[in-house]
């Protein structure tokens, strides 16, 4: 590893959908080098032969094995639960960690409770973790050991929504209506997930709550701490693709607030920002398919107060191991950029 | 003709996918006959080598002709504006007309000009005209001889909220976000309707507003003429599939009202309808492909006052094509569901 | 039961593809009369919340059951294995059945055991079972009250191929290329089946031998017994989408055989077949989507003694439940196409 | 310019889906900077406008301009006939020239005018020209100024090919059957591009003979000479997805050859193939999602002689866009998998 004067990063959950993600990008990153892949399935293969797109990378001969012995950031791509256990163990050892999963996106233990339904598994953690949306929280990234990475569903609606909330210029209702391709839904194989049930076929699902509603909220809250809290109504819908997630937001534009107003605001919050880009017609979740990019667009219709505001990201990039890619560039004082500079592909 | 004692109907426009399907469930109807079928291509062909579906039907062997001449009702699937010239003339003609374009939908000539652009192109017959859903405005359907059958977003919105909006349960402000399959893009080979540009991708489109937003509106203001006129806001996003329509509407409960009035509300305008399914689940719209029922669920989230309603549909279904032969089953006092028993195709 | 005039039937394992393809054809029967659903999962519930598009049917009423008491017709779409035990049982009880499994498709036990590694389960039934394509066994059909539904490759193969392999047109080796839409993997959760590995994509499978195969070939000798057997190269592919089958065949002109001899041969045999249609142009799975009709086009490249023959089907109606009716009907000396006659659903 | 040190490059038809292959891989290119980018429409607007997915990138921020003026290498991604004018104008002026059309692809150019329907519009230009596929023809692109880069189908079909047909391991009679994406007909809108034509079904197309058929013969014929020449049927087909192409191809072992045999060809010809892998299961077209990779896979089914040849590409990467940049590679001598070192977008 000295060699070659990167730093060492271990990918756990290989071989899920966020994993394979975090593979693909390391696989060509040009300061961090995989040298560890851990998955439950498939030990003791090449990780190509788990993901043949891998198969002219080096990374695609590493073995895949059972757990991690040397590496210096940990990228964890399991489910919420055993993400605790493992970030607790990781970090006791001294690794960066970066939790894919949900488990240290909420700051209070309580929260996480009702949500997931079982006390949080490493609670002593969360003083040290960072919510992992760098156009929002890059100080507290750059400092931290441990970032959540942000949920799919929250990172399309807080970039669409935190410069206009922080600059006060809707009211508290606002509607959250995304539309997510099928690889959100994971891996495993569940008849929801089968191919017949979801293709040629839409439908929302979690219309009674969803965990990704209070992560919505709570950093709504954070980012603008002294307003009162929004009061967010979460549907996601299922479509028939694999990747992509569209986010739709609805809010009332408050007092004398304007269009011009929300663009101003979302201009300011990110000219500079190099994954985001502001557009003047509807953004397609195509647009973003395998980069990194998140495209956001606003409108009002004639005669309205209604502001409407929707973002297009790739949820297993930005919305996924992209964002953690980002992250950890953060973490070590990185270009932000690095290994992320790829155009998506298109069509 | 007179042999099979059935009432001949013709089919204009009948190689799109509204006038095909008009032609899969007239093959097939026990009261009407195609008689007649005209479409600007194709002329002198048979139908089944046009619509090879229809391969195994007796309709298959019509040939596509430039007009008609002796068919008592006229399906009218062609454009709107050509529509309007086709109805004047076949109303004159004395035949009954179901026009499944939007030039008979709105009452006011002024309102249409405004949304679509240039002059009524027959206002003489507006006055005749009736909006052709049949769950609300069956009376008036069954004595017209011109029906204007509804546009797919409007049938999934309207349906979705008109028992609530009537029950004074809801708000002013509504918000309807309805998923679409490509076909309701029409057959005209455009770049939108591209597959490559549509696959693997979702997107917004007329965000800055679109032309069934006043119909939705004009509608269930006809539907309750007493209260303050409905606010909607509508975006409809394109969904990579072939059909189908699923409506997202969200709406604040007024007052006291609770769930149970906005369910108690569903049920009470519902129970009898052949063609309207309440569901305990989000309805998927795969259920309602290619048959004419429309399914329907209501929710609120916890600690929320916001009433989510779902309505999923065929778009060339009780969307389109099959509501014009339920509207025509009404008009010829036949029995509404006579041809349109079939159960859908799933998956 | 009796007030309908109808016959019983009753669907085993309704709950799957084949079984709810069963399910929608009979619940519109003229002379059949769901009166028995199984399932292994949902047993209590009613069959429209298993499959919510029979809801506005009064099939959709009836309620799951463990197994079934007093049909008269059975209808087995359970895996193979289960299927015999079944059959044994309930043709024990006298009652008829059709087998949508691969039980007793072949004559020979030892031939199952070879390519279904393990006994046949119920040998002594194979006497009495018949291979349930009409076009080619329907004399056999007529008489026996044990049919063994063909698979749903084989049914677009033979039915491609039979005409020009009897007329001895066609040399011994024959190539068998087929794609089809992935219900054909069951309803069963698997990583194969799921959605995010077959959307944008497609491959082989089984290419080291399925199935199939020697369905194919036993079925083309029977129906020339006197000639060489054939052998069939077969490669199935999966393509993403839910239904249909195409299958393109590739075989050498025997001697002086020529592509007008093939037609002939493909006209002779099937002019008179309400489900087989010959086209001029190379057919689209969806022309068949949701009816039972089959495709056939036939052509030679310029210069080229290869004749190349493709069909296209429904896997779920003509090459599954949609055929189990039609040979339900020939079972129970009825019209051929009764309950079959309707038009497929395109687009 | 200069100040990047950079080969300056122009893609002309930059907006079609190969063009936008193209600006996808040079704009994050070490050796070639897109300098100009040329298309028939959006003259005058950012390309970041016409192809959101390059938006940030610093070649989203070109002009598309009406023609080129100072690039010293032109990707020539516009329709043949047109390409064939203008590779004769930018070859005159010095400029190096990858033709991603059929132009130059047949030496003879009689042959063009019979596959093609006219005559030549360059034939001067035939004799420099070099058919693209690096793996077979490496030293005669390094040496040339105008690359014809190979047809989509022709790139999958011959790299399974080639290695077995000059070894002499299989008869002169070969079947090649494809799937193609839909994107393979190109961008303009069509009838036959439609998405709603092409979901949900799959179609074989150009059966009385496609113009890549010559192309794989003729290239099969220069790569063995001295064999009789290979004759082929090949059928196309479209299946619905964006991308990729899965070619099974179909062959007859000679004598005494094995699949031992080969598969030992296929390792010999590509072991140092850095865009080859030879897979032990049949490949998935989702494996080369937007990477320039080729999967191939053999089989033979037990007690057969017949040798089935699989390959998967990405039709605008392998079979377009990415192999110009192969090309271009070679022509410059510069590192053969510059820019090309990306890991594909799974899933």
Same mark, same amino acid.
């Given at each position: 590893? *000295?060699?070659?004067?990167? *730093?060492?990063?271990? *990918?756990?959950?290989?071989?899920?959908?966020?994993?394979?993600?975090?593979?693909?990008?390391?696989?060509?990153?040009?300061?961090?080098?995989?040298?560890?892949?851990?998955?439950?399935?498939?030990?003791?293969?090449?990780?190509?032969?788990?993901?043949?797109?891998?198969?002219?990378?080096?990374?695609?001969?590493?073995?895949?094995?059972?757990?991690?012995?040397?590496?210096?950031?940990?990228?964890?791509?399991?489910?919420?639960?055993?993400?605790?256990?493992?970030?607790?163990?990781?970090?006791?050892?001294?690794?960066?960690?970066?939790?894919?999963?949900?488990?240290?996106?909420?700051?209070?233990?309580?929260?996480?409770?009702?949500?997931?339904?079982?006390?949080?598994?490493?609670?002593?953690?969360?003083?040290?973790?960072?919510?992992?949306?760098?156009? $929002?929280?890059?100080?507290?990234?750059?400092?931290?050991?441990?970032?959540?990475?942000?949920?799919?569903?929250?990172?399309?609606?807080?970039?669409?929504?935190?410069?206009? $909330?922080?600059?006060?210029?809707?009211?508290?209702?606002?509607?959250?209506?995304?539309?997510?391709?099928?690889?959100?839904?994971?891996?495993?194989?569940?008849?929801?997930?089968?191919?017949?049930?979801?293709?040629?076929?839409?439908?929302?699902?979690?219309?009674?709550?969803?965990?990704?509603?209070?992560?919505?909220?709570?950093?709504?809250?954070?980012?603008?701490?002294?307003?009162?809290?929004?009061?967010?109504?979460?549907?996601?819908?299922?479509?028939?693709?694999?990747?992509?997630?569209?986010?739709?937001?609805?809010?009332?534009?408050?007092?004398?607030?304007?269009?011009?107003?929300?663009?101003?605001?979302?201009?300011?919050?990110?000219?500079?920002?190099?994954?985001?880009?502001?557009?003047?017609?509807?953004?397609?979740?195509?647009?973003?398919?395998?980069?990194?990019?998140?495209?956001?667009?606003?409108?009002?219709?004639?005669?309205?107060?209604?502001? *409407?505001?929707?973002?297009?990201?790739?949820?297993?990039?930005?919305?996924?191991?992209?964002?953690?890619?980002?992250?950890?560039?953060?973490?070590?004082?990185?270009?932000?950029?690095?290994?992320?500079?790829?155009?998506?592909?298109?069509?």
């Amino acid at each position: 590893m *000295i060699s070659t004067g990167k *730093i060492s990063a271990a *990918i756990v959950g290989v071989t899920g959908y966020e994993g394979a993600g975090a593979a693909r990008i390391l696989a060509q990153h040009p300061n961090f080098q995989i040298t560890e892949v851990v998955s439950r399935s498939l030990q003791g293969s090449a990780l190509s032969s788990a993901l043949p797109s891998l198969a002219s990378s080096d990374a695609g001969k590493l073995i895949i094995c059972e757990d991690i012995q040397d590496s210096e950031i940990v990228f964890l791509a399991v489910p919420h639960g055993p993400a605790a256990d493992l970030a607790s163990r990781y970090r006791a050892q001294g690794r960066s960690v970066i939790d894919i999963s949900a488990d240290f996106r909420f700051r209070n233990p309580q929260e996480y409770e009702r949500w997931y339904g079982r006390p949080h598994p490493a609670p002593e953690l969360l003083p040290q973790a960072v919510y992992g949306l760098p156009e $929002w929280f890059r100080q507290e990234i750059h400092k931290t050991k441990l970032t959540a990475n942000p949920g799919c569903f929250p990172t399309g609606a807080i970039l669409a929504l935190a410069p206009i $909330w922080r600059g006060h210029l809707i009211e508290e209702d606002i509607i959250v209506n995304s539309l997510t391709g099928i690889s959100g839904a994971g891996r495993s194989p569940t008849l929801r997930a089968h191919f017949v049930e979801d293709a040629e076929s839409v439908t929302a699902y979690a219309v009674n709550g969803h965990r990704h509603l209070p992560e919505m909220e709570g950093t709504l809250q954070q980012i603008a701490p002294k307003y009162s809290a929004p009061k967010i109504t979460f549907v996601p819908h299922l479509v028939p693709m694999n990747r992509g997630i569209l986010t739709t937001c609805y809010a009332t534009l408050r007092d004398s607030a304007t269009l011009a107003d929300a663009k101003n605001a979302l201009q300011q919050a990110y000219a500079a920002e190099p994954f985001v880009v502001l557009t003047d017609t509807p953004p397609e979740t195509g647009w973003a398919r395998g980069s990194n990019m998140c495209f956001i667009y606003c409108a009002v219709q004639p005669g309205s107060r209604r502001l *409407i505001i929707i973002s297009a990201i790739d949820n297993l990039m930005k919305g996924g191991a992209g964002q953690a890619v980002q992250n950890a560039n953060i973490m070590y004082q990185l270009p932000e950029t690095a290994g992320l500079e790829f155009v998506g592909v298109w069509p």
